[in-house]
C-alpha cells in the first residue's frame, strides 16, 4: 500500500516554472514504477512523465519532453516533477501515481494522490 500526496502547484506566468513534488507512504515506495499525469475537466487523464524504481529509465509525453524533468530519491520517498518553460496548455490538475510495471498507461498504475493545481496564464 503506497500513499501519496502531491504539492507544488500554483499560478505561474507562461515561461516560467514550477517544482512538483510526490511524497509517499510505505516502505516499498524504492519498488513502484512512479508517473505523473494531468487532467483538465472534460479530458481523459494524459500521461506526462515516469520513472522506474531505480531511476535509471525516464520516460515523457511528447508534448512535455525538453521541458520537464522527471526524478526520484527513494531514500526520501519522494518523485518530482520539474517543469521548464510553462505553456498555457500545461494549465491542468497534475497527479502523481505508483505502479508496479514500466507504463505509460493509466491503468497500470495502482495508487493515486489527490492532485495539484498548476494554472499557467499568458
Known amino acids: 500500500q503506497v500513499q501519496l500526496v502531491e504539492s507544488g502547484g500554483g499560478l505561474v506566468q507562461a515561461g516560467g516554472s514550477l517544482i512538483l513534488s510526490c511524497a509517499a507512504s510505505?516502505?516499498?515506495?524504492?519498488?513502484?514504477?512512479m508517473g505523473w499525469f494531468r487532467q483538465v475537466p472534460g479530458k481523459e487523464r494524459e500521461f506526462v512523465a515516469a520513472?522506474?524504481?531505480?531511476?535509471?529509465?525516464?520516460n515523457y509525453a511528447d508534448s512535455v519532453k525538453g521541458r520537464f524533468t522527471i526524478s526520484r530519491d527513494n531514500a526520501k520517498n519522494t518523485v518530482w516533477l520539474q517543469m521548464n518553460s510553462l505553456k498555457p496548455e500545461d494549465t491542468a490538475v497534475y497527479y502523481c501515481?505508483?505502479?508496479?510495471?514500466?507504463?505509460?498507461?493509466?491503468?497500470?498504475?495502482?495508487?493515486w494522490g489527490q492532485g495539484t493545481q498548476v494554472t499557467v496564464s499568458s
Open positions: 520513472i522506474t524504481w531505480s531511476g535509471a529509465s525516464k
Open positions: 510505505g516502505r516499498t515506495f524504492s519498488s513502484y514504477t
Open positions: 501515481a505508483a505502479g508496479t510495471k514500466w507504463s505509460f498507461l493509466r491503468y497500470e498504475y495502482s495508487y
